[in-house]
């Protein structure tokens, strides 16, 4: 299958710090990429739809502020959690659509300490 | 409304023998339903597949069934063997647009037991 590449795997930083996250479609071109939230032990919850050259659509509750989205080209999403806070710690996915499957990247577990 | 209900949310089943996850959507415009594998602290895998058109598919050891009709998919696993311990995810996709969303289900949690 596709492949989607992300990184960072694990960050840790500390409160007020903002963190960026790459997400990159290696053998295939996304117009459009996807960013979940994942806690411990629950479904993949859907933050935002990244649309390249275009403003991300965010999901009802979701601060655009706060998480922003950046895809600036065909390849490549990326996701920068501003002013981090304990509460933001959690496990981020990306996804690529290629075209209509989707695959996932292989996370970031973020700690905000 | 957007809604995947899945079941059981746990499953313990003996090496060898068969699992079956159970899905059940609600929006008739659902025309792609996808099967995710994740292991603990890695991005869900993409294990099958199945479109709207297409009763059942098998793909050696697992297979997806849809009945259109009662709107329910299944997964099932035949010969587990250990590494087949994951958390499975369902999933409802509409259409191809670039608004097209894809609304995972709740979770299984399966563990195979030597």
Known sequence: GAVVSQ???RVICKSGTSVKIECRSLDFQATTMFWYRQFPKQSLMLMATSN????ATYEQGVEKDKFLINHA???LSTLTVTSAHPEDS??????ARS???LFFGSGTQLSVL | GENVEQHPSTLSVQEGDSAVIKCTYSDSASNYFPWYKQELGKGPQLIIDIRSNVGEKKDQRIAVTLNKTAKHFSLHITETQPEDSAVYF???YRGYSSASKIIFGSGTRLSIRP
Request: proline share 9%; charged share 25%.
């Open chain 1, 73 to 75: 080209s065909l390849t």
């Open chain 1, 52 to 55: 390249e050259g275009s403003k």
């Open chain 2, 90 to 92: 369902c999933a409802d």
């Open chain 1, 99 to 101: 075209p209509e499957k």
């Open chain 1, 90 to 95: 959690s496990f981020y996915i990306c996804s």
């Open chain 1, 7 to 9: 990184h960072p795997s």
